[in-house]
């Protein structure tokens, strides 16, 4: 058997045909695959020494020759034929993830709570009252509640033990647990912000009505794909792709819960209920839900929601018993993510004409006007999340995040102070405002010859491999190419222009909006000015533009505490009026306007 070995000492034994990607699975290491191991954005590269299966021909068209001398090789491609060193690889890193709630507050809501915890005082039976203790539980708790087996099966020890006084933690109608005896801790509750790229996880006490911490970290399922496209391919072409993506998704959530129980000394088993929020993909990987036809026209999801399981049942290191609930979608891709982002920024309360647009790598827009509201997605990443993109990146040190001219030049700031590595999505906006502002790049996304740039412009321009290419230094090996400013064109366009069909859908333009709200990680980091420059948002006054931070994760902590906040989303859920942008002749015609790059017109 083949013996793989890594740069920590680990070994391993892999069967002879072993990709190395799954290889490096089996040691524990969760490699990139943004592509969702297709071999065509050439990220997952691994340098090795040792016998592997001759170079495929998607590695020849990815590497270089040189790259390929020197043992460069691609994870989902390479296989292993006999004894392997891995010498160097990326693996999954945490990132610049925005976990606040930026301008939007989570306000302390004086309704019926979710959880209750409740000391109740029982009559112990007699010859006169011989009740079952079922009943005489219930009747101390004001009526009826539904009783786990699990429960019953222990209630009459569990009273006797208290002496016929026991703490009751219910939800609803709903008995979670019984403790004998009071002097118990509060009830304790989780919201959860599922995102394509990164999970967001906030721990409430219920009682206080106080967030005792945040923790957040990067969605491990981008080992399967950076995208929701590239993992609904994982999910249905690989034979245990959909298990594989669902244990990643509880497993990103129960690192979070470990953190967050480890940095705040709540006991794990005190966590009663889970809110979560995400896309539609996202709810289908995470619960397990077949995906196949989302991706397929007429994009039909296995469920609108919400979808309420336990803890136990789904695999969430918490109270076994605990309630699992993934909030309701509103239709197509558009997810309860969209949905408590709307909640939370008080959309449904019709504030003017206002856009609420999450530039996360799904993408999705909700427009509030007097009329209602009307909701879509399109397809923003990964481009703007630094995949597919030559020298793209995450916002992890050594990503240049900003850039701008200035009197000597170009001008940037690396995350962490380090050594350029590459650019994230905020730092691709402004490098491609500043390629403008040069007159190095044309408005249909040319980069030009130096000879038609002049001074100091020309000096950032390298012959590449099609055409020309952006570097900020000759000592860079980073840089911006051709082929890379039209994938941002791409994505850039089609946020653009879904904008643009939503608006025209109901007889606006870009002037007659009182706001635009930015929301999600990518937004809360983007230069206003610049991302109208390109072209990517509209020309409106920067007093118009708000940003919201993580408006979906403060959207799942609301519903966490109050029982008619929770109503107040179920019931949005089914009046924001769903367009489908895929095929249709409006959008067609305004994705090839909003191609250019320049100010919205």
């Known amino acids: 058997m083949p013996r793989v070995r890594f740069p920590s000492g680990k070994e391993i034994g892999v069967k002879e045909g072993t990709l190395l990607a799954r290889a490096l699975q089996q040691a524990g290491i969760e490699a990139w695959l943004p592509c969702g191991g297709q071999g065509y954005c050439g990220r997952c590269r691994v340098k090795v020494a040792g016998e592997l299966c001759p170079p495929t021909g998607l590695e020849e068209e990815q590497l270089a020759p040189e790259d390929l001398a020197r043992g460069v090789r691609l994870a989902c491609q390479a296989r292993v034929v006999g004894d392997v060193r891995v010498l160097e690889f990326q693996s999954l890193t945490g990132a610049q993830i925005l976990t606040g709630g930026g301008e939007v507050p989570v306000p302390a809501f004086q309704g019926t709570p979710l959880l209750e915890r409740r000391e109740v005082k029982i009559d112990p039976p007699t010859v006169q009252d011989q009740r079952p203790d079922a009943e005489r539980l219930q009747a101390a708790l004001g009526g009826s509640c539904r009783i786990p087996l699990s429960l019953l099966s222990r209630l009459p020890t569990l009273l006797r033990e208290g002496d016929f006084r026991v703490t009751a933690y219910t939800s609803g109608q709903e008995l979670l647990k019984l403790e004998p005896g009071g002097d118990h801790g509060p009830p304790y509750a989780l919201a959860v912000d599922l995102g394509t790229t990164t999970i967001v996880a906030y721990l409430w006490d219920l009682e206080a009505k106080r967030c005792l911490g945040t923790a957040a970290a990067g969605n491990p399922q981008a080992a399967c794909g950076d995208d929701v496209i590239s993992r609904m391919v994982y999910a249905g072409t690989r034979e245990d792709g959909l298990e594989r993506l669902q244990a990643l998704a509880v497993a990103g959530v129960n690192g979070l819960v470990a953190e967050l129980t480890a940095s705040t000394g709540v006991p794990a088993r005190e966590i009663y209920r889970v809110a979560l929020v995400g896309n539609t993909c996202m709810q289908h990987l995470f619960l397990g839900l077949d995906p196949s036809y989302l991706g397929k026209a007429p994009y039909v999801p296995a469920c609108r929601g919400p979808v309420i399981t336990t803890a136990g049942d789904i695999g969430i290191n918490i109270y076994p018993l605990g309630i699992v609930e993934f909030l309701p979608n509103i239709a197509g891709f558009v997810g309860s993510d969209a949905l408590a982002a709307a909640v939370a920024v008080g959309l449904s309360e019709g504030a003017g004409n206002t856009l609420l647009v999450d530039l996360g790598t799904n993408g999705e827009l909700l427009l509030a006007t007097g009329d209602g509201l009307v909701a879509c997605s399109t397809a923003a990443g990964p481009a703007f999340e630094g995949a597919g993109i030559s020298a793209g990146m995450r916002a992890v040190p050594g990503a240049i995040e900003k850039m701008a001219v200035g009197r000597e030049g170009l001008q940037w700031h690396v995350i962490g102070s380090l050594p350029p590595g590459g650019f994230c999505g905020s730092g691709l906006v402004d490098g491609l405002a500043s390629m403008l502002e040069l007159g190095i ?93 390109i072209g990517l948002i509209p020309q409106i006054g920067p007093e118009r533009v708000r940003f919201a931070g993580n408006a979906a994760g403060s959207g799942a902590q609301m519903v966490l505490l109050s029982r008619e906040m929770r109503e107040r989303v179920l019931e949005l859920a089914g009046k924001i009026r769903h367009l489908e942008l895929a095929g249709t002749a409006s959008f067609s015609q305004a994705f090839m306007e909003a191609m250019p790059f320049g100010p919205w017109d």
Do not use: C, W
Not at 465 to 470: A, I, L, N, R, S
Not at 477 to 495: E, F, M, N, P
């Open 441 to 533: 790049l044309d408005p249909g996304g040319r980069i030009k010859a130096p000879e038609e740039v002049g001074p100091p412009g020309k000096s950032y321009v390298v012959p590449g491999d099609k055409g020309y290419d952006f570097s900020l230094d000759p000592s860079f090996s980073i840089r911006i190419t051709q082929a890379d400013v039209r994938k941002i064109q791409l994505a850039k366009g089609a946020v653009a222009a879904g904008m643009k069909t939503l608006l025209d859908q109901v007889g606006l333009k870009f002037q007659d909006l009182d706001q635009i709200i930015l929301a999600g990680g990518f937004g809360n980091y983007l230069n206003i000015h610049n991302a109208q420059r």
